[in-house]
């Protein structure tokens, strides 16, 4: 079974999660980088971000350097950004076509993901989704349990397959 984690991540929490997972399943990772990542990382990244988020924005990315073709089970994970995935998450959902694949799917929010995941099935498509969590700033805030949190779900979607 070859597996394959896909995010996003401007602060690092989703990366922190995905690095983890990645670890504990033995999975490849492809990280989404937008060509021109968004400047600053002061309070005006939540008005150039949620501008992006808002306007439905899908900003191009670097090539990415794994095909999600190959592999059988899919971890996808995202910030929350307005109340649903990232930008670089919509230019990935409208560029490569998944389908028939098994997704686990996962954000990082600060306390309001709104129905991110729901949006993240939609965009999807045709897809056995077999698991979903979210996780709330894990950089900043119990950042132990939450690796804990996310390794055992992990574990724990691969263990039913
Ligand atoms: C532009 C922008 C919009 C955001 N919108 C939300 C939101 O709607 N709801 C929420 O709970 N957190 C929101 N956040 C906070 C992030 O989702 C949260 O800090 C997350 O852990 C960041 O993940 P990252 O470090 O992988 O980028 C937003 C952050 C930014 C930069």
């Known amino acids: 079974m070859k597996k394959l984690i ?15 997972i990645a670890k504990t399943i033995d999975a490849d990772i492809l990280e989404l980088k937008p ?3 968004i400047k600053t990382k002061s309070f005006m990244k939540f008005f150039w971000g949620g501008k992006q988020a808002m306007m439905n924005e899908k900003p191009d990315l670097l ?8 592999y059988d089970i899919i971890f996808i994970g995202t910030p929350v ?9 919509k230019t990935f959902f409208s560029t490569c076509n998944i389908s ?5 799917l996962f954000c990082c929010h600060g306390g309001g993901k709104g129905k991110t995941i729901e949006k993240m099935k939609i965009a ?11 996780f709330r700033d894990p950089l900043k805030r119990k950042t132990e349990e939450n690796v804990k949190n996310a390794v055992e779900w992990a574990e724990s979607v691969i263990r039913g397959q």
């Open 6 to 20: 896909i995010f996003y991540s401007f602060e690092g929490n989703t990366k922190l999660i995905a690095k983890n």
């Open 35 to 37: 060509e021109q990542e």
């Open 63 to 70: 090539p990415l350097d794994k095909n999600p073709d190959d």
């Open 81 to 89: 950004w307005a109340w649903g995935p990232a930008p670089p998450l």
């Open 100 to 104: 028939n694949k098994r997704i686990a």
């Open 124 to 134: 999807l498509g045709e897809n056995d989704f077999i698991g979903q969590i979210d």
